[in-house]
């Protein structure tokens, strides 16, 4: 408390935290900026002299952002007054891109989030190049059931003539993803999603480009549309777990 009689920061963030302890929770984590490292044993120190266990409380500190337009940055100064909001970021390139920009960054490691590239439909923009493979696979299999083309259920597919190389890349990535998403939920690491993501649209992408899909042989074309109808699905249950749209044409 200050002289004056007015509580510190400190006091409230203290009265923030039991409250949150109060209401049941077994395990916070803040959000903090890396700036304020120094004040992570203060509030541990705090929360174990009323009662409750530090080790609950998990603190994850962010790097800066780097706000650039066309590759130069953005003049910003607290002190003057002048800085761009997340509202006016969110605002000006959308909300898909916005989430994905600062998802495909450790929060460690300082962010370069360039607005002009995040607002292109181009392979630069990753939210764009991720969401485009998934509207490619629906246009495909939109096709092929134009041509009455019939995929099995998952678990009758016959995936024995996928043999070549990029197919089997696919499959592993697909087999690997409950992996990696336990893996980043439990080390608290979203951005080893979005790199996943862009990883497999990039395999999907080189496929597309490299290999027809309705074939001369009917056990060919099916196993291929089921291979990517399972991109599809990944790359569908990614975009959700980010918050991003998934959209089926572009």
């Not at 200050?2 to 935290?17: K, L, N, Q, V």
């Not at 700036?35 to 080790?55: C, I, N």
């Not at 952002?65 to 066309?70: E, K, M, P, S």
Request: proline letters at 3%; one cysteine or more.
């Amino acid at each position: 408390v200050r002289g004056d009689g007015r509580e510190t920061y400190f006091a409230s963030d203290i009265a923030y935290h039991m409250d949150k302890f109060s209401r049941g929770f077994d395990e916070v984590i803040d959000i903090w900026g890396s700036d304020h490292h120094g004040y992570v044993p203060r509030m541990k120190a705090a929360l174990d002299t009323v009662g409750r266990d530090s080790k609950a409380l998990h603190i994850l500190m962010v790097q800066f952002v780097n706000l650039l337009r066309d590759g130069e940055q953005v003049s910003m100064s607290t002190r003057a007054g002048q800085f761009v909001t997340l509202a006016e970021v969110r605002k000006e390139v959308g909300v898909d891109a916005t989430r994905f920009m600062f998802l495909s960054r450790n929060c460690d490691q300082t962010l370069d989030f360039d607005l002009e590239v995040a607002k292109r439909q181009t392979a630069d923009n990753p939210v764009f190049y991720v969401q485009y493979a998934g509207a490619r696979i629906c246009s495909v299999l939109a096709g092929a059931k134009a041509e009455g083309v019939t995929l099995p259920a998952v678990k009758d597919a016959d995936l024995s003539p996928l043999t070549n190389d990029e197919e089997m890349e696919i499959l592993r990535l697909i087999n690997f993803y409950p992996d990696m998403i336990e893996d980043a939920a439990l080390k608290r690491e979203p951005h080893k999603l979005a790199y996943y993501l862009q990883e497999l649209a990039a395999k999907f992408h080189q496929y597309y480009n490299k290999y027809r899909f309705l074939t001369d042989e009917q056990r060919v074309t099916v196993a291929r549309l089921c291979l990517i109808d399972g991109v599809r699905r990944v790359l569908k249950n990614g975009l959700t777990l980010m918050g991003i749209s998934v959209p089926e044409k572009m």
